[in-house]
């Protein structure tokens, strides 16, 4: 994803959320849209810090350096600790349903966020498959939103999967967007957040592509956030798409 991730329970520039809060760190890449991962980025670094969750390798060929996957038990009070309601991105540097994170411990997640109903989960995950198959073992209560990464048509069958799961929200990242999505089935989808791909080795994303899938949102009924055009330089892209800004979300439960 493009944007900065954080390291875990601390306040966060992502525009779509608040805080992020990382129990497990570490991944490795299933498809194109992982190729700029800005988390195997910044565990890469993390680890030349000496910052101690992040010295586990991962495969050299799929994740390198800093980004092998961890389990942090420690991180499971951290929600706890949070008096007002966040909204919390979960893993921002992981994937909750990665085939290294054991079910019991995704379990031991899924325990915390219900007891801090005040907060707001949103759960990204690009294994839809495992989580898919996981779903019906888990106790899932109203206050986590499950997404999956969509860059473009050829992973398109994590929605199926994602429309399976019995979350109050489910969701789309379409970043970095990499292809139309003209053709995506929104049934059973809330939201869907869009974004171009930053840094020096940024992809483009064509003003067609967002255009499609802002408007086949519209057609659906379906909550829009743009996040960025993203390119090359810091300074370029901006969030203005026809005009205005798209800063579209579901209904929080109170």
Not at 49 to 78: E, I, K, W
Not at 120 to 142: F, G
Not at 188 to 209: F, K, L, N, T, Y
Request: aromatic share 8%; with cysteine; net charge positive.
């Amino acid at each position: 994803m493009s944007g900065r991730c954080g390291v875990g329970g601390s306040r966060t520039t992502i525009e779509w959320t608040e805080t992020t809060w990382n129990p497990t760190t570490g991944c490795d890449r299933v498809s194109a849209g992982c190729d700029n991962c800005y988390a195997m980025a910044l565990a890469r670094r993390l680890k030349a810090m000496g910052q101690p969750r992040y010295q586990r390798d991962g495969d050299p060929r799929t994740s390198g350096p800093g980004f092998g996957v961890s389990l942090h038990l420690d991180a499971l009070a951290d929600p706890f600790s949070w008096k007002k309601p966040r909204l919390v991105f979960v893993n921002s540097m992981s994937d909750l349903f990665h085939a290294q994170v054991p079910i019991s411990f995704v379990r031991d997640v899924f325990k915390v966020m219900k007891e801090t109903p005040r907060h707001t989960y949103q759960i990204l995950t690009k294994r839809t498959v495992r989580l898919r198959r996981m779903a019906e073992k888990l106790d899932w209560p109203e206050n986590v939103w499950m997404g999956t990464s969509v860059e473009s048509m050829e992973v398109a069958s994590r929605v199926e999967d994602l429309r399976s799961v019995p979350a109050a929200v489910r969701f789309l990242s379409c970043e970095p967007l990499l292809g139309s999505l003209a053709e995506i089935d929104l049934g059973g989808i809330d939201w869907v957040i869009v974004g171009g791909e930053s840094g020096h080795s940024a992809r483009e994303m064509r003003q067609e592509w967002v255009g499609e899938i802002r408007d086949k949102c519209i057609s659906s009924d379906v909550k829009f956030f743009f996040k960025q055009w993203g390119g090359r330089r810091p300074t370029s892209g901006g969030r203005m798409l026809d005009g205005r800004t798209w800063d579209q979300m579901p209904v929080i439960a109170k």
